[in-house]
């Protein structure tokens, strides 16, 4: 790929990553060590790696094509995490805690937005 790092060089904390993972093939984006859930502006989910799914305990079936922080992980539904997503360019990374089956889970967060792309990111470091 010319100009664009291999999955497995990706880190979650490169610059640019969010063309890159638009770019992708879901095979890709399963290889990567963290959480990626890509949405459309409307917070529909598009793609949801396996390393998200498994860290979440979510299946797939249960999350693409429905609305992000309403359906899926409503604990995130807030000013620190979805209203951030209103803002036209985002690329922020914060320490957050999901609620999974009730039990805190502690993770990073890289929330990913550009005003040139329908396609956004939430990436879920797992610590």
């Not at 063309?19 to 502006?41: C, H, I, K, W, Y």
């Not at 529909?44 to 922080?69: C, D, I, K, M, W």
């Not at 360019?89 to 609620?99: C, I, N, R, S």
Request: glycine share 4%; aromatic share 8%.
């Amino acid at each position: 790929m010319d100009g664009i790092e291999t999955s497995t060089q990706i880190q979650f904390n490169a610059p640019g990553i969010g063309a890159q993972l638009s770019a992708m093939t879901d095979d890709e984006l399963d290889s990567l060590p963290f959480g990626v859930v890509e949405m459309n502006r409307q917070f529909q989910v598009l793609r949801y790696n396996s390393t998200e799914s498994r860290q979440s305990g979510l299946p797939p079936a249960r999350v693409l094509g429905r609305h992000f922080f309403r359906d899926v992980a409503p604990c995130a539904n807030n000013r620190h995490v979805a209203e951030r997503f209103e803002q036209a360019a985002l690329d922020e990374t914060v320490a957050y805690t999901f609620l999974l089956n009730m039990r805190p889970a502690p993770v990073t967060l890289r929330m990913l937005k550009s005003p040139d792309s329908e396609r956004m990111h939430l990436l879920v470091s797992w610590t």
